[in-house]
Antibody
Framework: EVQLVESGGGLVQPGGSLRLSCAAS????????MTWVRQAPGKGLEWVAN????????YYVDSVKGRFTISRDNAKTSLYLQMNSLRAEDTAVYYC?????????????WGQGTLVTVSS | QSALTQPRSVSGSPGQSVTISCTGT?????????VSWYQQHPGKAPKFIIY???KRPSGVPDRFSGSKSGNTASLTISGLQAEDEADYYC??????????FGTGTKVTVL
């Protein structure tokens, strides 16, 4: 059974940093693109970042470029999101999701999400 | 990277059909056949229900169907059931390995 379990969320002050983790199991992690998607309270879904199977390619939504870094450790079957210079507008539930082997298309499995609150 | 436009809400009685539109541009919806749809119940993670515009993953009822014309994709729920009451989001590939979601639509079963 495919499982994605996020952790690392919490309360952080504006300008602070946080590192999210996503532990994956039940599939060959190194064969899939992985993605972070976020959802601000009461708002819609927003794609945040993608990473290729071997970590060699990473793509971001404009609003987080230069502040967030997506990474992965295939040996640990884990996905990460390092978030720096956090802003109030980054407050959201962050979901990790599995992409497809080809890179683009859809997200077939999602974690339960971890809440990040940026506030003083 | 502007969000795709969806109606804020749609509603229907049990057994009826409802259709949700998802309007983008030639740089996303209109440019690729990589439109997917997700269902989200309150407090839950999204669930994947349609991919490649009109394909259904295994386990998704055939009451759910997708289509696309030009820059607008659509999700139709036929034979509406109480458990279909949820938020629905479209998503499209937008080039250069980026994705864009729709604004979301709340489906209410009357």
């Amino acid at each position: 059974e495919v499982q994605l379990v996020e952790s690392g969320g919490g309360l952080v002050q504006p300008g602070g940093s946080l590192r999210l983790s996503c532990a994956a199991s039940g599939f060959i992690f190194s064969s899939y693109w992985m993605t972070w998607v976020r959802q601000a309270p009461g708002k819609g879904l927003e794609w945040v970042a993608n990473i290729k199977q071997d970590g060699s390619e990473k793509y971001y939504v404009d609003s987080v470029k230069g502040r967030f870094t997506i990474s992965r450790d295939n040996a640990k079957t884990s996905l990460y999101l390092q978030m720096n210079s956090l802003r109030a507008e980054d407050t959201a539930v962050y979901y990790c999701a599995r992409g497809v082997e080809s890179g683009v298309d859809y997200f077939d499995y999602w974690g339960q999400g971890t809440l990040v609150t940026v506030s003083s | 990277q502007s969000a795709l436009t969806q109606p804020r809400s749609v509603s229907g009685s049990p057994g009826q059909s409802v259709t949700i539109s998802c309007t983008g541009t030639s740089s996303d919806v209109g440019g690729y056949n990589y439109v997917s749809w997700y269902q989200q119940h309150p407090g839950k993670a999204p669930k994947f229900i349609i991919y490649d515009v009109s394909k259904r993953p295994s386990g998704v009822p055939d009451r759910f169907s997708g289509s696309k014309s030009g820059n607008t994709a659509s999700l139709t729920i036929s034979g509406l059931q109480a458990e279909d009451e949820a938020d629905y989001y479209c998503c499209s590939y937008a080039g250069f390995y980026t994705e864009v979601f729709g604004t979301g639509t709340k489906v209410t079963v009357l």
